[in-house]
């Protein structure tokens, strides 16, 4: 580190004349042993692009830790557009970052943006992980998320779909397609993230196998109703894409484009042997807007994919499943958080406690 000093020292010299104040009578002197008691160092642009650098540097390290540990492009995604968010409002190189630094930034975020607690225990979740990895590592020293605690939201009680909403839900299913996924989630407990991904070779009778979190496969199984309704939107496909669910904008087979075609083929365009789609499966956003629609269509308040997920968790528990399979049905690894997910009455607890309790 260069001493300013002695520039500090004639910049304050030159400001002083520059007022035409007597800098005679050991003015001079005096300063020069004033600053004699400290460091200088001066703030350059170089600086800060230094500081930009070694955080970039940083964060691309830690996303190259998190690759090789498996986690999927949607995680990575997660925790780069996060750390590349956070960082440049705590203002400081990674190496300088302390908790109070922290600490004021998650204040300011709920104070002055309103962030909710979960938001922000997300945000510490991020940034507890990177600085773990990056003192795992000894790059840095210190964690200062060590003397971070995690912030507790209320939890709030989800509900699942009653029996009734549920057929109501299956009935307002507008064509197979739409009755193939309502069932699917039902009876599988998917992820919409795992259900958009199945292609028609990961069926296997009454078994599917689904691509989970972290690049984890497991099998899913197919009641009764969930085999009908496969079969028959499996019958009705003609487009030859791979995946269960396709998505993508169709084309015609000779080419061409979709214009001037009547919006109810356009939407049941995997029925038309003349269109096809490209190797894609359907967004999981469309599937959600989807769940939505057909429960507006039903009387079903807040009805969304993990709405099913949740329904199928209850449905099982209730029906006798131990939570330990419900858990592994889910693909948790941890029954805690299965527990999360189940709707159970009080009334069901009551005769539970009767019949297990003595």
Known sequence: MTDARQDLYENIMMALIGDGMDVSGGIKERIYVILGGYEVQSRTTEVALLSEDRNEFLIRKFMVGKTVKGCTKRTLEYYEN????????????VDDITADDIRYYIALRQKRDKISKCTADNELRCLRSFFAYLTGEEILQ?????RIESIKGARTKKEAFTDIEVEKIRMS?????ELAIIEMMLSTGCRVSELV???ITDIDGEKVLVHGKGEKDRYVYLNAKAQVALTMYLECRKDGNPYLFPGGMPQLV????TKGVKRNVLKSWWKEPQYVAPDFYLNMSTVEAMMRKIAKRAGVKQANPHKFRRTCATMALRRGMPLEQVSKMLGHENIATTQIYLDLREDELEIAHKKYVV
């Open 173 to 177: 299913s507008g064509d197979e397609r």
């Open 82 to 93: 996060l750390l590349r968010f956070i960082l440049p409002r705590i203002g400081k190189t």
């Open 254 to 257: 000779a080419g061409g484009k």
């Open 197 to 199: 991904q199945i292609r």
């Open 142 to 146: 210190k964690n200062p998320m060590l």
